[in-house]
């Protein structure tokens, strides 16, 4: 479920020397001296959740660096986007971004995530570099009002859904590993919170010198309850099957993990496959490899 604003008010001296230098714009018609609003969004629930967790928000950046490395805030004009600015966990003051923009009614797309994303429209976003990472969104009106109180405060929800992996133990000859998922995809649609149609998405992790299998794989899903076919194969250091076998009807859900467990090469009665029965609200502190993302 998206969150809108959770709060609006002047900007204080501190958040208006906010650095971004970092800030990119696409609109590239200021020449013709139309009046500039100062506007500072700050990314609340970051903070917040860390907080939750017992984590000191002193360092701000720090503490978000543990979570998301990249933040994007697109503003869009009648489907044009006039302004994207961005941020990397490596500047000071990652999560807050101060910048001037001309005051209209636009549509406000905000991407947190570990990996680059692209963002062309509010309907089209994926990873730059074509892996799926955990993700955070917001999507809604920015209005003239907003931008008159000086900085808004938004709370982000988690776009991504995770399918995770787990064997009790690994022959020694398996030194690679695959999942392909079919039924995600790598588009997100930050309107709905859905993804946007669904393809076969793989990734590959190295085993060497591993006793079991621990991996998983963020994706985008295009439903709200959506099942997906999972192919799970063993390499050798031949590049040989060693084990291959294919789960169908794994269901999965944004903002859920679903999680694969048990003696993948004895598939017997005691796999099995199921999904959280609750989301997880906080940075991800589990064993699983997920290097190859």
């Avoid at 200021?30 to 500039?36: G, K, V």
């Avoid at 570990?114 to 892996?131: Q, R």
């Avoid at 695959?178 to 588009?187: C, F, H, P």
Wanted: aromatic share 10%; net charge negative.
């Amino acid at each position: 479920m998206k969150k809108y604003f959770l709060g609006i008010a002047l900007c204080g001296a501190v958040m208006l020397l906010a650095a971004c230098e970092n800030q990119i714009t696409d609109n590239k018609e200021i020449d013709n001296n139309e009046t500039l609003q100062e506007i500072t969004f700050s990314v609340m629930d970051f903070e917040q959740t860390l907080m939750q967790m017992g984590v000191s928000s002193a360092d701000t950046r720090a503490a978000l660096s543990g979570n998301v490395t990249h933040l994007k805030v697109a503003l869009f004009l009648d489907d044009t986007k006039k302004y994207e600015f961005t941020q990397t966990s490596d500047d000071d003051g990652f999560g807050t971004i101060t910048a001037l923009v001309v005051p209209e009614n636009y549509d406000m797309v905000v991407i947190a995530s570990k990996v680059e994303m692209t963002i062309e429209a509010p309907t089209n976003i994926y990873p730059t570099g074509g892996k799926v990472n955990d993700t955070f969104y917001y999507y809604g009106p920015l209005t003239k009002a907003n931008l008159e109180a000086g900085t808004v405060a938004v709370g982000l929800d988690r776009a991504v859904a995770l399918f995770q992996f787990r064997t009790d133990a690994k022959p020694s000859e398996v030194t690679t590993f695959s999942l392909s998922l079919t039924g995600a995809t790598l588009t997100f649609n930050a309107v709905t919170g859905l993804g946007v149609g669904s393809t076969t998405l793989t990734s590959t992790f190295d085993q060497t010198g591993r006793t079991t299998i621990n991996c998983g794989m963020f994706v985008f899903l295009p439903s709200a309850d959506a099942t997906v076919t999972v192919t799970a194969t063993a390499y050798d250091a031949d590049s040989k099957v060693v084990k291959t076998y294919t789960f169908n009807d794994v269901p999965m859900k944004p903002a859920y993990n679903t999680q694969c467990s048990g003696n993948f090469f004895q598939i017997d009665a005691s796999w099995s496959v199921t999904i959280n029965d609750v989301s997880w609200p906080d940075p991800l502190t589990y064993p699983y490899d997920l290097s190859s993302l």
